[in-house]
């Protein structure tokens, strides 16, 4: 069954229309995302941070293309990129949120817990660079990165993590277009976000170690791959 209720809200510089159609020919959510995006739009404050149906199954999709062994969601929220994350994971694969709110992970605990991966996900609550550090320790390497926090921070998480994404791995950082502000020359020249989002991309762009492709998806995701 279609359905016809696009629950989240939508970054302004794509077509509605074009939303809708696209959704409207992409694989559903299971029932346990439609139920957690469902419950994020009627109980949980600021909605329109989760990811959504159509990013949603575009991490899914990523993530079967992989499979893979390490995966790493930062900036859990209600848990709804984890879950798309676990979806392409190896049988044995570990993937490890991270969040500073221990209100939402609380909420996403909930929906974990009641997921066929509720075994291989690991939570962490607190400063994601802090949690970033920790982890490096103990996993080997990344194969795959979401970036999904502060968006102020995003350099340093880069920095953080690409010595130790492997080689062919690939990680992604959302809402680099910045609702299309990352356009508006007053909005560079005076909101912190977007100048250090614009910095962001422009870094990675430059990076010799990655590929970049930044991709016009809802509000903007930069994807790199490790060379
Ligand atoms: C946009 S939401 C994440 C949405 C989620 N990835 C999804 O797809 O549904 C951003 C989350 O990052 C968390 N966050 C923001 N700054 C953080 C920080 N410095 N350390 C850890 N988490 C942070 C917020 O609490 C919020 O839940």
Redesign the pocket.
Known sequence: MKKNIVYFARMDFIDPKIVDYSEQHTQEESHLLAELNRY?HTSVLKPR???GHL??RFLSFISHMIQPMHVL??????????L?LAEGMKKEGRLYT????EE?MYTAAGFIKSSAYSKQIEMLT????E?IQLLNQRVPQWDLI?M???KS?YSDYYHALIDKLRPGGIMMA??VLWSGKILDQKALEKDEDTKLLDAFNKMVYQDKRVESLLMPIRDGIMMLRKL
């Not at 991270?98 to 709110?101: K, P």
């Not at 607190?126 to 660079?129: I, R, S, T, V």
Request: net charge negative; glycine share 12%; charged share 20%.
């Open positions: 994020t941070m989760l990811s990013q949603g969601d930062i900036g859990t929220y209600t848990g709804y990129s984890a798309c991270l969040d500073n709110n939402v607190g400063e994601a660079l949690s979401w999904d926090a502060e921070q959302d809402n």
